[in-house]
């Protein structure tokens, strides 16, 4: 049997495990990543929808606010802010989704009972397989993908509700269906969510396109700290606290920053240093390819994808460039 065959039945089981745990459970509490993007709130959404077509009870949490771009998405005004509200119990049944590791979860993991059992649904390689049951498919281009199926192995009938949740999670995560995770699958399942009435334009406009004013100033901003190393192979822009109070933007802001450095002609890795905290740089790493940035963020705490990845460095953002400067650079010799 080739191993394109045994990932296939493996994969199967985890299908098929997954849809035994949520249908002999009940009361489940669903989370994402901190400071979730496109795919971590359109896979919260997507099973929130999934279990109340089921008729399960569940509550949506996350350790902070959703992302408000994706507000027009079912169920976005049905997660709970951990940062405002805080249940006044715990949980023994949960489904994360897009969670690399544990840790992304995020104090939200404080909801969680000693004897919790845990369905880790996520398509990150470097997931670590946290919790008791797992359905992880590394080679989905996002994890609403992993949910589609879900969805479908379940013979549960898909609606545009579900629709929207799926196909904003896969445009985000394949960058407008323009990533090397763009595979014929993924544009398979986009044809039929079309056709099931999702406005692809509509919703491209929404997410990819517009911006809010303080997006563009703190644009402005970033783009002054642009610098480069090995001879321009490597590129990055940073971002302190004070620039965000000064331009009043967000950290929803920062999205996609890190691709202007990445998409100079010439540069094999774009990196993006946001301060979060004093003495805390979150930093987010793009590839061309020929770097596996992935295996970089691992080793320093983070993890990710080949060509998408991060990790926090502890110390000032003059450190954490240091810092990555020298890890990065190594590996463009």
Not at 75 to 94: E, F, N, W
Not at 149 to 158: E, F, T
Not at 201 to 226: F, G, P
Request: with cysteine; aromatic share 8%.
């Amino acid at each position: 049997m080739s191993s394109r065959m045994i990932h296939a039945t493996e994969y199967s089981q985890q299908l098929e495990a997954a849809a035994k745990f949520i249908e002999q459970h009940d009361d489940f509490l669903v989370v994402s990543h901190i400071q979730p993007d496109g795919d971590a709130a359109s896979s919260t959404y997507a099973m929130g929808w999934l279990l109340t077509r089921l008729g399960k009870t569940y509550t949506m949490i996350n350790e902070g606010a959703m992302p408000s771009k994706f507000s027009y998405l079912w169920g976005s005004d049905r997660v709970l802010d951990l940062s405002k509200v805080m249940p006044s119990r715990l949980y023994q049944t949960i489904i994360s989704v897009d969670c690399a590791d544990f840790s992304r979860i995020g104090r939200v993991s404080t909801l969680f009972d000693g004897q919790a059992q845990l369905l880790n649904v996520d398509h990150h390689p470097t997931n670590d397989k946290f919790g008791l049951y797992h359905l992880i498919k590394h080679d989905a281009a996002a994890t609403v993908q992993i949910l589609y199926d879900l969805a479908i192995h379940m013979n549960i009938k898909l609606d545009l509700s579900f629709g929207d949740c799926i196909y904003t999670g896969l445009l985000t995560d394949t960058g407008g269906f323009r990533y090397s995770n763009t595979s014929p699958e993924v544009m398979q399942i986009g044809a039929n969510l079309l056709a099931l009435g999702v406005q692809g334009s509509v919703i491209a406009e929404q997410v990819l396109e517009r911006v809010t004013y303080s997006q563009i100033v703190l644009l402005q901003k970033a783009l002054s700290t642009l610098s480069f190393a090995n001879e321009r192979k490597l590129a990055w822009l940073a971002v302190s606290l004070a620039d965000l109070e000064s331009t009043g933007a967000s950290s929803e802001d920062l999205d996609g920053l890190v691709n202007y450095p990445r998409n100079v002609e010439g540069v094999e890795v774009g990196m993006l240093f946001k301060e979060k905290a004093p003495g805390v740089i979150k930093v987010s790493l793009r590839s061309s390819g020929l770097v596996d940035v992935a295996a970089i963020a691992q080793s320093l705490g983070g993890g990710g994808h080949v060509r998408a990845s991060g990790c926090t460095i502890q110390g000032t953002l003059e450190e954490a460039v240091a810092t990555m400067v020298q890890e990065v650079g190594s590996k463009l010799i």
